[in-house]
């Protein structure tokens, strides 16, 4: 009953190529989609959002894809670097107010080889 | 400009045991999450808090977890007793807003041997 689900454990690529990571979600009352990054012995960082009214946020050499009818988002890192080495979780929720829970897929390695 | 606090970072403690972990949120945020993250379910949330208030507790596992929000500025989570099925690292959020994004400690990785 995972409503959140990051089909991919892993994920492989080469320094300067993109990376694309996917997150499928079940539950149609999402609305707010978020992606954090996490690396060893540290706490999930806060990476880039979009809302459902979007199908695009671009930040930076980060940029997410919503496709509402597939319930599908992507997260896409163009160039990828050595430092983008880390477990990439997904997350949604209902609602933009911050009071309310996030539910995280369990997540995506990428590994970046130079 | 500090971020989430959590102690102890590291806590080893015996079957039977009581562990308590500490969270000391990011000043200004009035929500407040704490997680858990295992091999098995990965992060999953245990209980959460709106202006100190407990807002929905259905993530804990069972009547050994506890956890308090006396003020805006410290919350714990409270197991007693441990068993070896509760080692995993725990995770305590803060966030404010709209926007919704939270901001997560370093983790306190509890082992119960």
């Known amino acids: 009953d995972q409503q959140v689900k990051q089909n991919s454990p892993s994920l492989s690529v080469q320094e300067g190529r993109i990376s694309i990571l996917n997150c499928d979600y079940t539950?149609?009352?999402?609305?707010?989609f978020l992606w954090y990054k996490k690396y060893p012995a540290e706490g999930p960082t806060f990476l880039i959002s979009?809302?459902?009214?979007?199908d695009k946020n671009e930040d930076g050499r980060f940029t997410v894809f919503l496709n509402k009818s597939a319930k599908h988002l992507s997260l896409h890192i163009v160039p990828s670097q050595p430092g983008d080495s880390a477990v990439y979780f997904c997350?949604?929720?209902?609602?933009?107010?911050?009071?309310?829970?996030?539910?995280f897929g369990k997540g995506t390695t990428l590994s970046v080889s130079s | 400009d500090a971020g989430v606090i959590q102690s102890p970072r590291h806590e080893v403690t015996e079957m039977g045991q009581e562990v308590t972990l500490r969270c000391k949120p990011i000043s200004g945020h009035n929500s407040l999450f704490w997680y858990r993250q295992t091999m098995m379910r990965g992060l999953e949330l245990l209980i959460y808090?709106?202006?100190?208030?407990?807002?929905?507790d259905s993530g804990m596992p069972e009547d050994r977890f506890s956890a308090k929000m006396p003020n805006a500025s410290f919350s714990t989570l409270k197991i007693q007793p441990s068993e070896p099925r509760d080692s995993a690292v725990y995770f305590c959020?803060?966030?404010?807003?709209?926007?919704?994004?939270?901001?997560f400690g370093p983790g306190t990785r509890l082992t119960v041997t």
């Open positions: 979009i809302s459902s009214i979007k």
């Open positions: 997350a949604a929720k209902m609602g933009n107010q911050a009071g309310t829970a996030l539910i």
């Open positions: 808090f709106n202006n100190n208030v407990p807002i929905d």
């Open positions: 959020a803060s966030s404010s807003g709209p926007p919704p994004e939270q901001y």
């Open positions: 539950n149609s009352m999402f609305d707010y």
